[in-house]
């Protein structure tokens, strides 16, 4: 199982999008309230309310594959002050788990120190923030476990590169052809 945390001023597009193609392409996936909400409703960076599948306190380290980091601000903010969310992240670098991190929230990487010696990319500006990076200006970044993105236009690349990982190239070129995205 993947989580994607959502925490209150997240990027709708970075989450939405990158759970619906997971999906599509049958990886499974839950979308995690990182902050107390009413019924797990969590409000984006662009007032768009989504309804998470679960809490953070019902996540199951035991099934997990791995994390995904959606950017936007304060989402990304709020993602790092995260106690379950570092939780998480610990688990997966101690366990050789994935972790997905887009737009702002590569900076958690960076400040964790998880990109050390990696390629990574993110939102522009934020590049100080990946310490121990070789930066990319690729849209979307693989190196080893960790796949890092630019940004909400770069989603797209971003979930294809997580679910070429994870289900192969032939799968994600067919998911994006069928998405009308090539």
């Keep these: 199982m993947f989580y994607c945390f959502l925490a209150t001023g997240f990027e709708e597009i970075e989450a939405i999008t990158t759970v619906d193609m997971l999906r599509r392409a049958e990886v499974e996936v839950a979308t995690v309230c990182v902050n107390k909400a009413q019924l797990n409703l969590v409000k984006g960076a662009h007032s768009i309310y989504?309804?998470?599948?679960?809490?953070?306190?019902?996540?199951?380290?035991?099934?997990?594959?791995?994390?995904?980091?959606?950017?936007?601000?304060?989402?990304?903010?709020?993602?790092?002050?995260?106690?379950?969310v570092n939780k998480a992240l610990d688990y997966c670098v101690e366990n050789n788990l994935y972790i997905f991190a887009i737009?702002?929230?590569?900076?958690?990487?960076?400040?964790?120190?998880?990109?050390?010696?990696k390629n990574a990319t993110c939102y522009p500006g934020f590049e100080s923030e990946l310490?121990?990076?070789?930066?990319?200006?690729?849209?979307?970044?693989?190196?080893?476990?960790?796949?890092?993105?630019?940004?909400?236009?770069?989603?797209?690349?971003?979930?294809?590169?997580?679910?070429?990982?994870?289900k192969g190239e032939s799968v994600a070129k067919a998911l994006k052809e069928s998405m009308q995205c090539v």
């Design 50 to 84: 989504v309804a998470a599948d679960m809490a953070m306190e019902e996540i199951d380290f035991e099934n997990m594959e791995g994390v995904i980091l959606p950017g936007g601000m304060p989402g990304t903010v709020n993602l790092e002050e995260s106690e379950g």
């Design 103 to 117: 737009c702002a929230a590569p900076q958690i990487l960076g400040h964790k120190g998880i990109l050390e010696g």
């Design 131 to 166: 310490k121990g990076a070789t930066l990319s200006p690729l849209p979307a970044v693989k190196d080893c476990r960790v796949i890092t993105s630019k940004g909400p236009g770069a989603t797209i690349d971003f979930a294809a590169e997580i679910i070429t990982e994870l």
